[in-house]
């Protein structure tokens, strides 16, 4: 442990050098930018006309699930965040590895979610939709982040404040002057007949958790923020709560100036089509380029967040690693091995496929995480039985529903990710030859 704990300084790590306002934005900075520029329109695409709601389904859900995270978080403030958690309940054994590695996979995926929401967005002045230069201008985009993060961690920290304060204000701003244009008129209503049904709807609320997921990213900060017993879970109900207010704004404003039918048309860029006759083209200029410096930055965001916890994980001898020839620190590696990752899914899938996969990845990591609180932790951290059993059922009922919709229109997907989801799990198996080993769990100090 001693040598963990060394290796983490050596990179960066310092207790108490970031403020709750920091932690603040750092969530949000990963959050906005995948739920609302990327995931608007497939939400929308599921839960029909009243596709705003799925969003206050979607951080009663986060709200449950948080939980979870904030009881242990409490109890052990850690640098290890999920993966400190996941250990703490199942041992460094391959169920901790597996389902910290799915987290690790997940925010992986929302990195080449943002990227393509980037590039789509970036090309809607030229009338461009789809063609090769998505995937280049999102890997492009992927690189530049990369760059930043090997500049330190100061400079993210500066960055992602700053970024965070520009997406609250401009996107609020969007949706208030959407909402204003239009009358205080909600329009999204479907012209094609078409039905929503309620498993359509619980099935967005998938999607819906995708946009709040980035609360983890301040679990994974846990030993760096100032008096984190009580800062961490602070900072994690008020990320949440301002992303749902910003949310609801911009889903009301686009579906004041869309009907639904015309937000599904446009669904990788609804912002983008909504501000056209609600704002004008001045105002759908200023939507685009905010949409371009907010889906940047939470890239940035995602892609330090995701090379952390993989540079944790290596420490913690939950995966291999492999210097492949390169010098300095591990999550120097663990940077490249990530925007490698990204920008390979970036090329291969769509935005819905991407974010399909994120979602089953990480709703699946989060049952892991409930269940271990709930049957090994539960008394320690003080943490009631009903909440955590409620999480743990809206997370079933949320996946359920996701994988009936999936299956009826790619079923594709369903298969890629049930297969990931098993080779992780396979392979933890054999790196770690245990699923479990609780008898080293209470061995585990905290890291």
């Keep these: 442990m001693d040598e963990m704990k060394h290796s983490h300084s050596d990179e960066g790590y310092k207790a108490g050098s970031i403020t709750l306002g920091g932690a603040v934005a750092m969530g949000t900075g990963v959050m906005i930018g995948a ?4 995931l608007t329109g497939q939400i929308a695409e599921l839960a029909g006309p009243i596709f705003p709601l799925a969003f206050i389904v979607g951080a009663i859900v986060t709200g449950f699930s948080a939980y979870s ?10 640098a290890g965040g999920i993966a400190m958690i996941l250990q703490k309940c199942y041992g460094p054994g391959a169920v901790a590895a597996g389902a910290a590695l799915l987290m690790a996979l997940s925010m992986v995926i929302a990195e080449s979610l943002v990227a393509r929401t980037f590039a789509t967005y970036l090309l809607r002045p030229f009338d461009i939709n789809g063609g090769p230069l998505v995937p280049i201008l999102a890997v492009t985009v992927i690189i530049f982040a990369f760059l930043v ?25 969007f949706g208030v002057a959407a909402l204003w244009s239009s009358g205080i008129e909600f329009s999204a209503t479907s ?5 929503f049904g309620i498993t359509g709807f619980i099935a967005s609320v998938a999607l819906a958790i995708l946009a709040f997921k980035g609360f983890t990213t301040i679990t994974n900060s846990g030993a760096e923020i100032t008096d984190p017993h009580r800062n961490v879970g ?20 686009v579906g ?13 860029y609804s912002l983008a089509e909504a501000a056209a006759p609600a704002l004008g083209e001045i105002g759908f200029l200023l939507t685009v380029l905010l949409a371009v410096v907010a889906t940047a930055s939470a890239v940035l965001a995602s892609v330090f967040a995701v090379s952390r916890m993989l540079a944790m994980l290596t420490d913690m001898k939950m995966i291999p690693h492999s210097h492949f020839g390169m010098s300095g ?5 663990t940077l490249v091995y990530t925007v490698v990752i990204a920008s390979t899914l970036t090329i291969l899938f769509d935005l819905g496929r991407i974010a399909s996969l994120g979602a089953f990845f990480y709703l699946v990591m989060d049952m892991v995480v409930h269940f271990g609180v709930l049957k090994f932790r539960r008394r320690e951290v003080g943490a009631k039985a009903p909440v955590l059993v409620v999480a743990l059922a809206f997370d079933t009922l949320v996946l359920a529903a996701f994988t009936m919709m999936k299956l009826q229109s790619d079923p594709a997907i369903v298969a890629y990710a049930s297969a990931g989801i098993v080779a992780v799990f396979i392979y933890e198996r054999f790196y770690l030859a245990h699923w479990l080993m609780p008898q080293r769990v209470d061995d585990q100090s905290g890291v």
Excluded: E
Excluded at 149 to 173: D, Q, Y
Excluded at 191 to 195: A, H, I, P, T
Excluded at 234 to 253: D, K
């Design 35 to 38: 739920g609302i520029f990327a």
């Design 69 to 78: 995270y904030i009881k242990m978080s409490n109890a052990w403030p850690s």
């Design 149 to 173: 993060n090997i500049a330190g961690n100061r400079s993210i920290g500066l960055f992602s404040l700053a970024m965070a304060a520009i997406k609250i204000g401009g996107i609020a701003l």
């Design 191 to 195: 012209q094609s007949g078409d039905s």
């Design 234 to 253: 602070r900072a994690i109900l008020i990320s949440i709560g301002l992303c749902v207010v910003v949310y609801l704004l911009v889903a009301f404003g």
């Design 256 to 268: 004041s100036s869309l009907t639904i039918d015309q937000i599904i048309a446009a669904r990788d």
């Design 329 to 333: 620190p591990i999550q120097r590696h």
